[in-house]
């Protein structure tokens, strides 16, 4: 079974340590990452001998090698034009570094757009800190505003947003504002839509309606890699499956509307038919006789499930 990187259920690392301020308040945190990504990772080798490639840090003018203390950091003014940068004109600038995650307001959280979120990380208590973490959370819980602050971290001062998420602060870093681009310039003008469109286009949106479950949204296209990873692996042919032939385009919008609802309605009616599992014994099976069972169904992000997990789905797919 092809795994990836990172291990479900260790404890993350803390990639910065500081306390939140909040008026005279002082909350000791530990900061980690509250993402994982299940990203595969691939490395350029030489195929005779599997030995990874390195890489040489090229003059583009002259072709050659260049040592390392010849290379500077430069900023391009204007096109062609050069400013050299030392480590000194970096340290001038630098924001100071006071370990504090400052609180500067509390805003409603449906005011921030979500574009501004760039990552999130939890935010922890420090060992001995639990009680003023707490007090800090519940009173966030109660007001239900979300706290805007800045930090510095690794020598870049950020904005940030915290939040309460089942129990524990998240900061999501966010970009500031004039790093957003305005998307007035990329609206459509001068656009008529026909009321009947329209009712049919809401019709469409209603027919997709529903409660949002993470666990519905798979990387389908991770899944693919890891089961041609697995079956290369055993030596297995990888075939490139047929090219399907494209759809004819609908003959106006309205049609296509009309069929787009149809097709939706009906989606949902055929996905409650789907194919049984059989239940009865899943737990004898070894994970190699659950995961080809869990491929035949079809069940999503098998590549990356335990045992148990692959009977779980399978029981659910029944």
């Given at each position: 079974m092809?795994?990836?990187?990172?291990t479900?259920?260790?404890?993350?690392?803390?990639?910065?340590?500081?306390?939140?301020t909040?008026?005279?308040?002082?909350v000791?945190?530990r900061?980690?990452?509250?993402?994982?990504?299940?990203?595969?990772?691939?490395?350029?080798?030489?195929?005779?001998?599997s030995?990874?490639?390195?890489?040489?840090?090229?003059c583009?003018?002259?072709?050659?090698?260049v040592?390392d203390?010849?290379?500077v950091?430069?900023?391009?003014?204007e096109?062609?034009?050069?400013?050299?940068m030392?480590d000194?004109?970096?340290e001038?600038?630098?924001?100071?570094?006071?370990k504090?995650?400052?609180?500067r307001?509390?805003?409603?959280?449906d005011e921030?757009d979500?574009?501004?979120?760039e990552?999130?990380?939890?935010?922890?208590?420090?060992?001995?800190?639990?009680?003023?973490?707490?007090?800090?959370?519940?009173?966030?819980?109660r007001?239900?505003?979300?706290?805007?602050?800045?930090?510095v971290?690794?020598?870049?001062?950020?904005l940030?947003?915290?939040?309460?998420?089942?129990?524990?602060?998240?900061?999501?870093?966010?970009?500031?504002g004039?790093?957003?681009?305005?998307?007035?310039e990329?609206a459509?003008?001068?656009?008529?839509?026909?009321?009947?469109?329209?009712?049919?286009?809401?019709?469409?949106?209603?027919?997709?309606t529903?409660?949002?479950?993470?666990?519905?949204?798979?990387d389908?296209y991770r899944d693919?890699l890891?089961?041609?990873?697995?079956?290369?692996?055993k030596?297995?042919?990888?075939?490139?499956?047929?090219?399907?032939?494209?759809s004819?385009?609908?003959?106006?919008?309205?049609?296509a509307?009309?069929?787009?609802?149809?097709?939706?309605?009906g989606?949902?009616?055929?996905g409650?038919?789907?194919?049984r599992?059989n239940?009865?014994?899943?737990?004898?099976?070894t994970?190699?006789e659950?995961?080809?069972?869990?491929k035949e169904?079809?069940?999503?992000g098998?590549?990356?499930?335990s045992?148990?997990e692959l009977?779980?789905?399978l029981?659910?797919?029944?």
């Open positions: 092809v795994t990836v990187r990172g479900t259920g260790s404890v993350p690392r803390a990639i910065w340590t500081g306390s939140v909040f008026g005279l308040v002082n000791p945190v900061m980690v990452s509250a993402v994982e990504e299940r990203k595969l990772h691939f490395h350029y080798v030489h195929a005779p001998d030995s990874r490639i390195g890489y040489e840090k090229i583009k003018a002259e072709g050659k090698p040592p203390d010849e290379i950091k430069a900023f391009e003014y096109k062609g034009e050069y400013v050299f030392t000194e004109d970096f001038a600038a630098a924001a100071e570094s006071t504090t995650i400052e609180i307001d509390f805003v409603a959280a921030i979500p574009i501004y979120f990552r999130t990380y939890y935010l922890a208590p420090q060992e001995g800190a639990e009680k003023v973490y707490a007090l800090l959370v519940q009173a966030m819980e007001s239900g505003l979300v706290a805007i602050a800045k930090y971290m690794r020598d870049r001062q950020n940030g947003a915290l939040r309460v998420r089942d129990g524990v602060i998240a900061l999501e870093r966010m970009y500031f004039d790093e957003i681009r305005p998307a007035s990329l459509p003008e001068g656009v008529k839509v026909d009321k009947r469109e329209l009712e049919m286009a809401e019709q469409l949106v209603e027919s997709f529903g409660e949002f479950d993470p666990s519905r949204y798979e389908t693919a890891c089961e041609i990873i697995r079956a290369k692996r030596g297995e042919e990888v075939h490139v499956p047929e090219e399907q032939p494209e004819e385009a609908a003959p106006d919008l309205l049609t509307l009309r069929a787009s609802i149809e097709a939706a309605q989606g949902r009616g055929r409650q038919r789907r194919s599992a239940g009865g014994g899943l737990a004898k099976l994970k190699e659950l995961y080809e069972r869990a169904l079809d069940v999503k098998r590549a990356d499930m045992k148990d009977v779980e789905a029981e659910a797919a029944a």
